[in-house]
């Protein structure tokens, strides 16, 4: 229900919680179905970076790569998280 924008059974549109609308138009879903055939090579070129900026950035104090959320996840690499300290002052 909540996948189709939670639209009641009514004859007009009446909703009654929020809903998401997860629809996508043929080209958004031949695009994704064509990527599907090589996310495996896109994430294992990816992965290493994540392990370089991990180490490369260990030694500095008030900055670390944000890790997978589990064990159990392993992520698809598309984005390098880093969080910074709060009190970490950075000089250009």
């Not at 997860?22 to 080209?27: F, P």
């Not at 879903?29 to 180490?55: C, E």
Request: with cysteine.
């Amino acid at each position: 229900m909540f996948a189709t924008q939670s639209h009641e059974a009514y004859p007009y549109y009446q909703h009654e919680h929020i809903g998401y609308n997860y629809l996508m138009s043929n080209n958004c879903v031949g695009i994704g179905r064509s990527q599907m055939t090589i996310v495996n090579d896109y994430i294992a070129h990816h992965k290493p970076f994540q392990h370089l900026y991990k180490d490369a950035f260990s030694c500095v104090e008030g900055i670390s790569v944000h890790p997978n959320p589990s064990p159990a996840y392993d992520g698809n690499y598309w984005i390098c998280i880093m969080l910074l300290n709060e009190n970490l002052h950075v000089q250009g």
